[in-house]
């Protein structure tokens, strides 16, 4: 992708809602199961198609009626882009898991799977967060990167411990619906996506 094109940040919200789309897709296969949400499947899926405006038409609203404050638009730009991670997390880890058949949230091939699907979040969040909340996508100075790592290192033990506890608490058995990793996903969102903005706020791209 063009550099060019990549400094033209007004198509950002459109590029991020392109990559929530995608992976929202295993996490509404998985949610058409679920009875409290099977009724309004296909409605879902008019939203998954149309996620790329509506991130466009929400990110926009949000700095017109608050969006003076550099601060706000920070917070803003990381909430979209926290929206996007959740989706990519919750997605991936749905698909690999499916694919794998690893269910139980205490063994080890369970939880690498989920430290996959969160380093790939990580990733998105970096990419997005330098590029538009807090850098200019300049080349990145090796201190900078470490403290990238250390922070991402944090937020993927943070995540999985988050997840493996919550089902173990919610179901006991080990047996569990696919949607229900979407529901411990919501929990272990919260919980890394406010480890991650403090640590790229005050000291990833702390300026």
């Given at each position: 992708?063009?550099?060019?094109?990549?400094?033209?940040?007004?198509m950002?919200?459109?590029?991020?809602?392109?990559?929530?789309?995608?992976?929202?897709?295993?996490?509404?296969?998985?949610?058409?199961?679920?009875?409290?949400?099977?009724?309004?499947?296909?409605?879902?899926?008019?939203v998954?198609?149309?996620?790329?405006?509506?991130?466009?038409?929400g990110?926009?609203?949000?700095?017109?009626?608050?969006?003076?404050?550099?601060?706000?638009?920070?917070?803003?730009r990381?909430?979209?882009?926290?929206?996007?991670?959740?989706a990519?997390?919750?997605?991936a880890?749905?698909?690999?898991?499916?694919?794998?058949?690893?269910?139980?949230?205490?063994?080890?091939?369970?939880?690498?799977?989920?430290?996959?699907?969160?380093?790939?979040?990580v990733?998105?969040s970096?990419?997005?967060?330098?590029?538009?909340?807090?850098?200019?996508?300049?080349?990145v100075?090796?201190?900078?990167?470490?403290?990238?790592?250390?922070?991402?290192?944090?937020?993927?033990?943070?995540?999985?411990?988050?997840?493996?506890?919550?089902l173990?608490?919610?179901?006991?058995?080990?047996?569990?619906?696919?949607y229900?990793?979407?529901?411990?996903?919501v929990?272990?969102?919260?919980?890394?996506?406010?480890?991650?903005f403090?640590?790229?706020?005050?000291?990833?791209f702390?300026?």
């Open positions: 992708m063009p550099v060019s094109f990549l400094k033209s940040r007004s950002y919200p459109f590029l991020i809602g392109t990559v929530m789309a995608v992976f929202l897709i295993p996490i509404l296969q998985s949610a058409e199961h679920a009875p409290a949400i099977a009724p309004y499947a296909p409605y879902l899926w008019i998954v198609v149309a996620a790329p405006l509506l991130v466009v038409l990110y926009g609203t949000g700095v017109l009626l608050l969006g003076r404050m550099n601060v706000i638009r920070e917070v803003l990381f909430g979209v882009i926290g929206a996007s991670n959740f990519v997390d919750s997605g880890t749905q698909t690999l898991i499916a694919l794998t058949g690893y269910t139980d949230p205490k063994s080890l091939p369970f939880l690498l799977l989920n430290a996959t699907a969160v380093a790939m979040a990733g998105n970096y990419a997005w967060n330098r590029w538009w909340t807090f850098g200019d996508g300049g080349v100075a090796r201190p900078t990167f470490i403290k990238f790592i250390a922070v991402s290192l944090g937020a993927i033990a943070i995540n999985t411990a988050t997840v493996s506890l919550s173990q608490a919610f179901y006991p058995s080990g047996d569990y619906p696919l229900a990793l979407t529901e411990v996903k929990i272990a969102t919260v919980v890394s996506m406010t480890w991650n403090l640590g790229y706020k005050f000291l990833v702390k300026k």
